[in-house]
T-cell receptor
Framework: DTGVSQNPRHKITKRGQNVTFRCDPI?????LYWYRQTLGQGPEFLTYFQNEAQLEKSRLLSDRFSAERPKGSFSTLEIQRTEQGDSAMYLC??????????FGQGTRLTVV | KQEVTQIPAALSVPEGENLVLNCSFT??????LQWFRQDPGKGLTSLLLIQSSQREQTSGRLNASLDKSSGRSTLYIAASQPGDSATYLC????????????FGKGTKLSVKP
């Protein structure tokens, strides 16, 4: 399968714990995006990378959130000290610059 | 502020009907527009991408149009089937210093057998 892969698919965590999600983009796609989606809403932009450089971050990305893309390949999104409001679907997408974006299946986070 | 709006929020049609989903965007300096399908609890599946220089794109029973001057795009679905039931999202990409897709909230389509 050469699509965008996200792991884990589901994560249940207790409030205050740290969680980390992984995204493996389509190979040779230099752009990688992270979005968050809550029920009934469209995806909201969090951050994106061009190769290993993080070029833009949304104001939604509080200081509890951090994303990395070492070596311009896979990316990780970490949420520290999780809150119930962090419960959402976290989506990753990749694209060649300015072209069609392809999304993964998402990671569903539930904070209890 | 760049915004994308999709109307209606929900649509129910009988099987076999042709239908049109609407998407409007506030900034006409669009680089491309992409339509996605999302099934419940799943990620997004890309349906069609229209570049700013194009007027429409077709894939099977789907046809997407783009009118930059009016800030509108439509997704036409011919001969709808129950399997088309899903949420359809449009997203605008502006390029330049803004690298992200801006999404509408989607139209939830239900096709009744």
């Amino acid at each position: 399968d050469t699509g965008v892969s996200q792991n884990p698919r589901h994560k249940i965590t207790k409030r205050g714990q740290n969680v980390t999600f992984r995204c493996d983009p389509i190979s040779e796609h230099n752009r990688l995006y992270w979005y968050r989606q809550t029920l009934g809403q469209g995806p909201e932009f969090l951050t994106y990378f061009q190769n290993e450089a993080q070029l833009e971050k949304s104001r939604l990305l509080s200081d509890r959130f951090s994303a990395e893309r070492p070596k311009g390949s896979f990316s990780t999104l970490e949420i520290q000290r999780t809150e119930q409001g962090d419960s959402a679907m976290y989506l990753c997408a990749s694209s060649p610059r300015g072209a069609e974006a392809f999304f993964g299946q998402g990671t569903r986070l539930t904070v209890v | 502020k760049q915004e994308v709006t999709q109307i209606p929020a929900a649509l129910s049609v009988p099987e076999g009907e042709n239908l049109v989903l609407n998407c409007s965007f506030t900034d006409s300096a669009i680089y491309n527009l992409q339509w996605f399908r999302q099934d419940p609890g799943k990620g997004l599946t890309s349906l069609l991408l229209i570049q700013s220089s194009q007027r429409e794109q077709t894939s099977g029973r789907l046809n997407a149009s783009l009118d930059k001057s009016s800030g509108r795009s439509t997704l036409y679905i011919a001969a709808s089937q129950p399997g088309d039931s899903a949420t359809y999202l449009c997203a605008a990409f502006y390029g330049g210093s803004q690298g992200n897709l801006i999404f509408g909230k989607g139209t939830k389509l239900s096709v009744k057998p």
